[in-house]
């Protein structure tokens, strides 16, 4: 599984955190962010119309990686590998979830925000994780520190990244890719104004120089 996450992973360094009021944005929305060069499409859980915009997306944007945010529970992890979706995040470790990634055709991308829950899924064989909240859960620094016991671990962190701060994330040597619903203004979407998520992704692609 390690390949495939970390090939998802660097195929774009900025992952957008997707949450889908309206199925009827789905669509036009990731078109335009992949018109702005984003490879890879978290879709979360958090709304009802996760799951269908996934199995949409799959089938609609068969050129970028389209994956599930928010699971939770190995209920959810089911029905979005049912849906098509590529990889799987979590905001959290449990057990059972852990166990279920290790069995899956689609790869897990656990979430931790501390040394004991990295040492979990590390037991098991993870690698690769979802640093989240990344802000709150002491950003830069604590990503630093992880380096330290853990040099073979790698991260992607999310929860409070910001355009202007993804660039000093991205810098770190244990971090392979950065989260955000920065690239999917609410406004923006509200509006329908996708030339416009385009640009944003476009710059901030641009200013990491990618
Ligand atoms: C996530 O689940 O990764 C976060 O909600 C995204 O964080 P942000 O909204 O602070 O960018």
């Keep these: 599984y390690r390949s495939r996450i970390h090939d998802l992973m660097s195929a774009s360094p900025l992952i957008p955190v997707i949450t889908i009021e309206n199925p ?3 669509f036009p929305l990731c078109k335009a962010l992949v018109a702005g060069g984003i490879r890879i499409l978290e879709i979360t859980l958090r709304t009802e119309h996760g799951l269908g915009a ?4 799959r089938e609609t944007l068969p050129e970028v990686w389209v994956g599930a945010g928010t699971v939770t529970n190995v209920q959810q992890y089911r029905a979005v590998e049912q849906a098509g979706a590529q990889f799987v995040v979590t905001p959290g ?6 166990q279920h990634g290790l069995g899956s055709d689609v790869p897990l991308v656990p979430g931790i925000a501390t ?3 990295l040492m979990l899924g590390y037991a098991m064989g993870y690698r690769d994780f ?20 853990f040099p073979d671990v790698q991260f ?14 991205l810098d770190l040597d244990n971090v ?6 920065w690239l999917t203004p609410r406004e923006a979407v509200r509006q ?11 710059d901030s692609l641009a200013e990491l120089g990618r």
């Excluded at 996934?54 to 997306?57: E, P, S, T, V």
């Excluded at 640093?131 to 990503?143: D, T, Y």
């Excluded at 329908?192 to 476009?202: E, H, K, N, Q, Y």
């Design 24 to 26: 009827d944005d789905a």
């Design 54 to 57: 996934i199995a949409q997306l």
């Design 93 to 98: 470790v449990t057990e059972a979830i852990l």
């Design 115 to 117: 040394a004991s829950e």
């Design 130 to 149: 979802k640093f989240f909240p990344a802000e709150v859960a002491g950003g830069i620094p604590a990503l630093k520190a992880l380096a330290g016991p």
């Design 156 to 169: 992607c962190p999310t929860g409070g990244i910001r355009r202007e701060t993804a660039r000093q994330y």
């Design 176 to 181: 392979l890719a950065v989260g955000g619903s």
């Design 192 to 202: 329908r104004d996708w030339p416009l998520i385009s640009g944003v992704a476009r």
